[in-house]
């Protein structure tokens, strides 16, 4: 089974700085993607970024970056410039390709509430 | 377009009493699945839809856990005797097909209390 950890549950930043979220996994896979999703106040999930195992290129969206350390198993969010509507709980996640009957569930670690300050 | 919804938004049970919740995927999305969160943690599988097709349950709690989704568009959830600990934020999740890592679209949940 897999396991994600986010180390942070809380982290407070300025706007306009920028800001790192940790994140840690455990698995035996090879293939796999790891995701960060973001929940603002009104629960609702939304995609920020996405790497593929296979991939050695960091992914960047906009001001979101990735620093993806395969064999450390490490995989932490850098947002630059950061805004308030950046404020919101963020979550790491992970999935499995070779899950059985192709269930691309993910596992979510338990997550970093990240404040920014005016 | 519509993004994922669910309903209600907010439900109170008495304990004891069975509850439903509904799920309506994006238009055309093949995989759908409902996730647990509780209070201050990160969701939790509980199911996987591909089409009509229950291909996972793994993660359901208890035989009191029951999702359907008949004709491979909407989902429902069903939770019977509730209990307690089964106070949480459901959510449900669909994608537009299954490989590639695709994107999971999440609906707003619906937050259930068990008093």
């Known amino acids: 089974a897999q396991t994600v950890t986010q180390s942070q549950p809380e982290m407070s930043v300025q706007e306009a700085e920028t800001v790192t979220l940790s994140c840690t996994y455990d698995?035996?896979?090879?293939?796999?993607?790891l995701f960060w999703y973001k929940q603002p106040p009104s629960r609702q999930m939304i995609l920020v970024i996405r790497q593929e195992a296979y991939k050695q290129q960091n992914a960047t969206e906009n001001r979101f970056s990735v620093n993806f350390q395969k064999a450390a198993k490490s995989f932490s969010l850098k947002i630059s410039d950061s805004q308030l509507g950046d404020t919101a709980m963020y979550f790491c996640a992970f999935m499995n390709l070779h899950a059985n009957f192709g269930n691309e569930k993910l596992t979510f670690g338990t997550g970093t509430r990240l404040t920014i300050i005016p | 377009g519509a993004g994922v919804s669910q309903s209600p938004r907010y439900k109170v049970a008495k304990r004891g009493q069975d509850v439903a919740l509904r799920c309506d995927p994006i238009s055309g999305h093949v995989s759908l699945f409902w996730y647990q969160q509780a209070l201050g943690q990160g969701p939790e599988f509980l199911t996987y839809?591909?089409?009509?097709?229950?291909?996972?349950k793994s993660g359901l709690p208890s035989d009191r856990f029951f999702a359907e989704r008949p004709e491979g568009s909407v989902s429902t959830l069903k939770i019977q005797r509730t209990q307690q600990e089964d106070s949480a934020v459901y959510l449900c999740a669909s994608s537009p097909s299954r490989g590639l890592g695709n994107e999971q679209f999440f609906g707003p949940g619906t937050r259930l209390t068990v008093l």
């Open positions: 839809f591909q089409n009509e097709a229950q291909l996972d």
């Open positions: 698995t035996s896979e090879n293939n796999y993607y």
